[in-house]
């Protein structure tokens, strides 16, 4: 974990709604599913989290979508200028060695999830299933189908590609079977359905949570979700203990 001032080698609109990708001068070895806390700018106190989008030896890539007061200074950020970052942080995803894992992702959950994928391919490989609300929102599929085995894509309204729920590609996925675990990003009620589903097909399946975060360490329990424990339930702290938890010690 390192926090640093690292620069901006590019930025990029890569839907046609307001969502981007950073990519920053940083060799951070970050493991599938992590993320990294960023500084957005003048008037904004807290560090700000963002899965991990992609990575490599010497850089490290985000993306988001334009929603308040700190991704509107992001998007304005252009290549040459420098962001403070601290990461890799978390607890990232538990991938098989050997069988097929099988990534769900809606919105922009999809964005950690590739850079999973490219892990999962160097090791027992992956399928992808992704949920969008429309057209101008779908991103990144090339780059998904050059790291997984097959990719699914479906949007809300049927504007690309099929008119489903993310849920319904899971639930045909498992019925042919063939995979070894399930890792999930995306919208709180998404996940929710899909480790429902997951559940009834007794596999293996993490879900990636997300919390408004205050340090990002786990120093100040901001973020905490309900789980299940030995004596009940308790609160663990999705910036330190997470963000990725076995789906079923999950309250939902």
């Not at 957005?40 to 334009?66: I, Q, S």
């Not at 894992?101 to 391919?121: E, H, M, N, R």
């Amino acid at each position: 974990m390192i926090f640093k001032e690292v620069r901006i080698l590019d930025i990029e609109r890569i839907a046609a709604c307001d969502i981007y990708a950073i990519t920053l001068d940083a060799a951070l070895s970050p493991a599938a599913g992590q993320f990294l806390t960023v500084s957005c700018g003048e008037g904004t106190t807290l560090l700000r989290p963002f899965g991990v989008f992609d990575a490599g030896e010497d850089f490290v890539r985000f993306g988001f979508e334009v929603r308040g007061k700190g991704t509107t200074l992001l998007k304005q950020k252009r290549a040459g200028d420098t962001l403070k970052l601290l990461g890799p942080l978390g607890k990232g995803f538990t991938l098989p060695e050997t069988g097929k894992a099988l990534l769900v992702g809606g919105g922009i959950g999809v964005f950690p999830l590739y850079y999973t994928a490219k892990v999962a391919s160097q090791k027992g490989g992956c399928d992808a299933l992704l949920g969008f609300r429309s057209k101008d929102f779908v991103h990144t599929l090339p780059q998904f189908e050059a790291v997984c085995g097959h990719v699914s894509v479906c949007t809300d309204d049927g504007s690309f590609a099929r008119k489903a729920l993310v849920t319904e590609l899971l639930e045909e996925a498992l019925q042919k079977g063939g995979y070894e675990s399930v890792h999930i990003c995306g919208p709180l009620p998404m996940m929710r359905a899909c480790a429902d589903i997951t559940k009834r097909y007794g596999i293996k399946t993490e879900v990636s949570m997300e919390e408004r975060m205050g340090c990002g360490i786990g120093a100040c329990y901001a973020c905490v979700c309900k789980v299940l424990s030995s004596d009940g339930q308790t609160y663990k702290r999705v910036c330190k203990d997470g963000p990725v938890f076995d789906a079923e010690a999950i309250v939902w």
